[in-house]
């Protein structure tokens, strides 16, 4: 094989509406599809199963997986069992794998040709958000002093689409066993463990996180980049510089809150691979030419 396409969807969030998308990817014909986190909106067992039946419907050699930060969200039920999210966030990975897709998170990479594929969901440790808050604000998921009882009575009784937007939701569905900063290092240093071993071939790195604070749009208002907090972190582009044969990075989870689709930072490209992105809506595609190691990026419009 000359070349490799591959084809990247990143926050689908379903169960949104996805014909279009399904046509789509299935006309570019890739090799790889890559889904970077968020595929699911809520995960729970019947959406899982829904959606593992609508992977079926894409046709591509090989199906890859990153986790998203909604991979790892817990049911009210769960809470009160006192599920981890990793506990949910392993479940849902199971159930991919039993179908025989592959998730990154949890494997050593993806090799085809001369290009590997590594990745994990990322995480978020604050340090992307303004410092004019404090850390017990973004612990607390608003800046407001506005405890978690009253966001779970907004959440709960009132709907999420009727809360005021100034607070985060990971706070009522997020349980970790550890601070958010030592799941940010322990994927640090699986992504570091995959790279390491394939030094020779183009390396394409997965987040589902953002990696760099100049991904992030910082014309919004201070209020509005409050949420920056848990877009991700710097120490996250760390095994990307430390290993120089990564060319791209993928990442998701900002949506629309990034001033470019596309953003080159000494010699590595990050994009964004929200399809619906409001600048260059479309399905993300990769060319990489295995004997001259040109990476060429387009967009299919949605």
């Keep these: 094989m000359a070349s490799t396409r591959i084809a990247f969807i990143g926050d689908l969030h379903y169960p949104r509406e996805t014909g279009r998308l399904v046509q789509l990817v299935n006309t570019v014909k890739p090799h790889i599809l890559v889904f970077n986190g968020d595929f699911l909106d809520t995960p729970t067992e019947k959406s899982l199963a829904k959606f593992t039946k609508l992977l079926k419907r894409f046709r591509a050699e090989g199906i890859l997986f990153t986790l998203g930060n909604h991979e790892h969200y817990l049911s009210r039920n769960k809470l009160r069992k006192h599920w981890s999210s990793l506990d949910q966030a392993r479940r849902v990975a199971d159930t991919l794998e039993s179908e025989g897709y592959l998730v990154l998170d949890y494997s050593e990479g993806y090799s085809t040709g001369d290009v590997f ?66 799941y940010v290092k322990k994927n640090i ?39 920056y907090a848990y877009a991700g972190s710097t120490k996250l582009d760390q095994p990307i510089r430390k290993h120089g044969n990564v060319k791209l990075v993928a990442y998701g989870h900002l949506h629309n809150k990034t001033p470019r689709r596309v953003t080159v930072i000494q010699g590595v490209t990050y994009v964004n691979t929200y399809p619906f992105h409001r600048r260059e809506p479309g399905v993300l595609v990769l060319n990489v030419d295995h004997r001259s190691g040109r990476m060429d990026l387009s967009f299919i419009r949605i």
């Design 189 to 227: 240093d699986r992504l570091n463990r995959q790279l390491e071993n394939h030094k020779d071939e183009i390396g394409i790195v997965v987040y589902h996180h953002a990696p760099r604070k100049e991904l992030l749009d910082h014309s919004l208002s201070l209020e509005e980049q409050f949420d």
């Design 117 to 182: 594929i590594a990745g994990n969901v990322g995480w978020y440790d604050y340090t992307l958000g303004p410092e004019e808050y404090s850390e017990s604000d973004y612990e607390n998921c608003n800046p407001f002093k506005v405890g978690l009882g009253d966001l779970y009575q907004c959440e709960f009784k009132h709907q999420y689409h009727k809360c005021p937007e100034w607070w985060r939701r990971d706070c009522l569905y997020i349980n970790l066993p550890y601070p958010h900063k030592e």
